[in-house]
């Protein structure tokens, strides 16, 4: 296929980036692998760009009995790791900035040790009370360390101005089902409010996924056709190489449809399928965002097989080597039943998208990572190239690519040189990292300074969260009753059987995974 680069002129950049305020940063599970591997080195790149406030100061909190020192030393290195041209002046600089406190997340001491130590940080680094907690820590441990939050006054800390409220950063998945979700959130509730709350899906913080808002609703020329009359049908991919890691006592109790599903996938359809927002004001976005999750259509008990299908992965090979199947990883039920792939065909019942089928996939070790959302437009309604042998020709695909591969591609047919009709299919290509020449940024990285200043824009609502849960919990409740296993697929697949027959049964057919 033909490939055309599109050009960037520079006045056509409109930039701006506000720094963060000045706040500390209170992590629980600082010692552990999300912080080092991803939050941490976060806010390394925003204090190397000039993001932090210089007043700005981090208070790990763990169960690990460890020095300032020590923890400032892991901290050092795991940056080494992630961010190898690190300077060790910056490194030394930043680490000034980070201090460690031990404890025991169920012991009230801990909390008034923490207290403590905050107004003397706070002090020091002339910060005004303003905390943001960040929960770094398993989901079963939240509302132990947020009730002692609260009982300890730590949650109403600099509430004279709305501006300096403590925060408290949750991770996904809130809560396992709907009920779950509740409780957790009642929980929260009795000490932070929803302007204090910021639920974290790091997929609303990556570029692309940020960029289709702006595709969508910055240009005119989408808009008309975004709709029924003009679209066939959407395909969502969410696959990955890689399998569970170290991460199995979680995994098995949650499986993709909790980790994945409910949050990143059913995120991205909404901001592929909403109504444009009055303005980019964080509740309007919200507003919308809810309103299309609460459109699609409930899946039917009766109905369920045809509309999603679980596996769950065996031995295979990826990248050339051989793995173990899901059942034999680390921490996981030899007879687990838990999904590690899921394909699902949803409905939007409201007028822009009647009758168009919304296919989503999200699976581990699979045979690439690749993230996607592809628009298959209608064909041609009457070919007028038909007496030539020209009646079927393929469909625009517009493929906005997430990752690994940043960037979108439009797919259209054009006149091939030559014989007086001969056509071809022409991708026409952008991609970030040729175009903005520049490293994209880490979704931690945007997430935490819109934290800082109190941009809730890119967090999950409540009222989303529990919309998506509700959604589910039909899938989650047949799920857990039935007693048949989900099919296996080799690690490494491209595609299966099974997940092929939900939509072949249509008459379209998947994506192969990481085509353009
Ligand atoms: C996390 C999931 O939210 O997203 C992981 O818990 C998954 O299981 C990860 O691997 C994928 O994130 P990304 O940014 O690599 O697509």
Redesign the pocket.
Known sequence: MEKIQPSLSRQDIICAETPGSPVAMVVFGASGDLAHRKLIPSIFNLFTQDLLDERFYLLGCGRKKITDEQFRESVKQAIRQSRSGASAKDLDAFAEKLYFASGDYDNAEFYKSIKAGLVELDKKHKVDGCHIFYLAIPPFLYSTIVEHLGRASLSCSGQSDSKCRARLVVE?PFGRDLQSAAELNEKISRCFDESQIYRID??LG?ETVQNILMFRFANIIFEPVWNCEYIDHVQIT?T?S?G?GH?GSY?DQAGVLR??FQ??MLQMLALVAMEPPASFEADCVRDEKVRLLRFIRSFSPGDLNNSIVRGQYGPGVVDGKHVVGYRSELGVDQNSRTETFVAAKLFIDNRRWQGVPFYLRAG?RLAH?D?EVAITFKKVPHSMFASAGLDDMPSNVLVLQI?PEEGISLRFQAKRPGSKICMSTLNMNFNYKDVFLVDMPE?YQRLLLDCMLGDQTLFDRYDSVETAWRLLEPVLQRWQNDESAPYEYPAGSESTPETDGLIESDGRAWRKLAEI
């Open positions: 996904k790091h997929y990556k969410i990955e890689m569970i991460r995994y980790d994945i949050n990143h581990k990572k993230t990752q979704a």
